[in-house]
């Protein structure tokens, strides 16, 4: 299973919400490569970089900061954020990312994502859904929408990607542990899928779990910066 640590942006600085709450959130570093750096020397190969305030104004706003830590690191990096345009995703390509992150866009433009899919090929992109009691959540999780999970991974996602990442928005940010149930249930009715959790990791022994039950990935954010989880345990994982 591939562990993958987080850094969320919010004005150039690395951050972290509890349940996508703009007004709840705590700074945990003003220089984001650092941060890059620390990962990569514990032997992280991958990152999942967000710039949640592009995702919050439906643009990409923090592309610098993706270029200087591809610039400055030879972390594979996740970016997402803000990505609704064809101009966004070359953009993130040509800052440096090794896959383009995208959600909202494959609700509100699917058609637009396809032709992505057609351009760069469907192992550039991670696809994130982002999910409240079932229901899809857009533009940074500001907006929860009528769209069932169900329906999104079955008409729009199964046979046209690879690895998705999914977040329990009432996990995110708590440290209660990961949506299991939610997982498992993806899993049993799309077992072809390269499914990464993402949300409520706080220990090694979620880590192990969700291995167990077949996620293909995780993602970690909280955890780390809260020490709950440390980059030497990570490391043994890797």
Known sequence: MQIIPAIDIIDGKCVRLTQG???????YSENP?????????YGISRLHLVDLDGAKKRRVIHWK?????????RLLIDFGGGIQKSEDVKTVFDSGAYMAT???????????FLNWIIQYGKDKFFIGVDVKNEKIAMSGWTKITDVSLWDLISDRINNNVQNIFCTDIAKDGRLSGPSISLYKKIMHRFPK????????????KDLEYLKSIGCHGAIIGKAIYENKIRLSEIKKKC
């Open 102 to 112: 995208v959600g909202s866009i494959i609700v509100s433009n699917p058609n637009l």
């Open 21 to 27: 709450d703009f007004s709840i959130k705590k700074i």
């Open 33 to 41: 490569l650092e941060i890059a750096l620390r990962f990569e020397d």
């Open 193 to 204: 899928l390269g499914l990464t959790a993402s949300g409520g990791i706080s220990t090694i």
């Open 65 to 73: 900061v993706l270029e200087k830590i591809a610039r400055h690191t």
